[in-house]
């Protein structure tokens, strides 16, 4: 079935690095996704991945992926407290198309 | 391009109302998401559509949810009758579907209390 999970909650001083995780199922997705959701407001694509890359770097922003584990993180550096938000993971569940299957979100708090 | 437009911003209403909640996709987008958020379940798909053509509409809850796509710039979710359990946030996103990574651009959202 379409299940990705997250760890709920992650609290990070200013100027560390902070390291976001997800699990997926589907072995088939193509691609995955990282979104961010300020309070209030829509999700906003902040990276995504193509499932033949282990990596992929954008900025501040890290992308890791294992395939084999289908385990996918994101790692932003020198956080800053803007950064704090919900933080979704997504996978492109490739059985019915486009069709894409979001994470609980992880909510990342930054203390000045 | 003015994004993803959703009314309303709020909508506070009583147990066995109708309720109509309207999105205006991207212009040149060829596939549209309703999505609703709750503290409980987080970020459910509800119903997705391609070309105006719904897809999967294995999320939502029951009989009492409909979703429409007469145009490729108008959807509508309809909710009747409602009932408390149906308060969320209900988010609608498209996208250009056409090979590569499917970006969804979601908008602000429609906050629904049904009390």
């Known amino acids: 079935g379409e299940d990705v999970e997250q760890s709920l909650f992650l609290s990070v001083r200013e100027g560390d690095s902070s390291v976001i995780n997800c699990t997926y199922t589907?072995?088939?997705?193509?691609?995955l996704y990282w979104y961010k959701q300020e309070p209030g407001a829509g999700l906003q694509l902040l990276t995504y991945i193509f499932s033949n890359m282990d990596m992929k770097q954008d900025q501040r922003l890290t992308v890791l992926l294992n395939k084999k584990d289908k385990h996918l993180s994101l790692r932003i550096a020198d956080t800053q407290t803007g950064d704090s938000a919900i933080y979704f993971c997504?996978?492109?569940?490739?059985?019915?198309?486009?069709?894409?299957?979001f994470g609980a979100g992880t909510i990342l708090r930054v203390k000045s | 391009d003015a994004g993803v437009i959703q009314s309303p911003r709020h909508e506070v209403t009583e147990m066995g109302q109708e309720v109509t909640l309207r999105c205006k996709p991207i212009s040149g987008h060829n596939s549209l998401f309703w999505y609703r958020q709750t503290m409980m379940r987080g970020l459910e798909l509800l119903i997705y559509?391609?070309?105006?053509?719904?897809?999967?509409d294995s999320g939502m809850p029951e009989d009492r949810f409909s979703a429409k796509m007469p145009n490729a710039s108008f959807s509508t979710l309809k909710i009747q009758p409602s009932e408390p359990r149906d308060s969320a946030v209900y988010f609608c996103?498209?996208?250009?579907?056409?090979?590569?990574?499917?970006?969804?651009?979601f908008g602000a959202g429609s906050r629904l209390t049904v009390l």
């Open positions: 559509f391609n070309n105006n053509v719904p897809i999967d």
């Open positions: 997504a996978e492109n569940y490739m059985e019915y198309g486009n069709k894409l299957v």
């Open positions: 589907d072995s088939s997705s193509t691609y």
């Open positions: 996103a498209s996208s250009y579907r056409g090979g590569g990574a499917n970006v969804l651009t």
